[in-house]
């Protein structure tokens, strides 16, 4: 059972940087697919980002590329999600999820194991 923490999020104006943390449990994280997700109010979930297992490759919704950037520190255990130039509708529970030896795709990742509790974003003048 892999355990998940996020942190680093709250209240940013727009045009701000946040950098959300994904914390684990798991001493082998590299082996795990990772994904950043969101949920807004009255909106389902949608994945902002994923990387791959053992290095592989990395994704991101459109509407963040370029803004966003998510990235492993390994012997932290932990995947960080950059976001620069922060708009409202940024604004969004963002979770992250871990999957053992998963391989995120262009089409989409969904259906990962362990999910973390969320971390609140606010993107607000």
């Known amino acids: 059972q892999v355990q998940l923490v996020e942190s680093g999020g709250g209240l940013v104006q727009p045009g701000g940087s946040l950098r959300l943390s994904c914390a684990a449990s798991?001493?082998?994280?590299?082996?795990?697919?990772i994904g950043w997700f969101r949920q807004a109010p009255g909106k389902e979930r949608e994945g902002v980002a994923c990387?791959?297992?053992?290095?592989?490759?990395?994704y991101y919704k459109d509407s963040v590329k370029g803004r966003f950037t998510i990235s492993r520190a390994s012997a932290k255990n932990t995947v960080y999600l950059q976001m620069n130039s922060l708009k409202p509708e940024d604004t969004a529970v963002y979770y992250c999820?871990?999957?053992?030896?998963?391989?995120?795709?262009?089409?989409?990742?969904?259906?990962?194991?362990?999910w973390g509790k969320g971390t609140l974003v606010t993107v607000s003048s």
């Open positions: 798991e001493s082998t994280l590299d082996r795990y697919g």
């Open positions: 999820a871990a999957d053992f030896n998963y391989y995120c795709s262009p089409a989409g990742w969904d259906g990962m194991d362990y």
């Open positions: 990387i791959s297992a053992n290095r592989g490759s990395i």
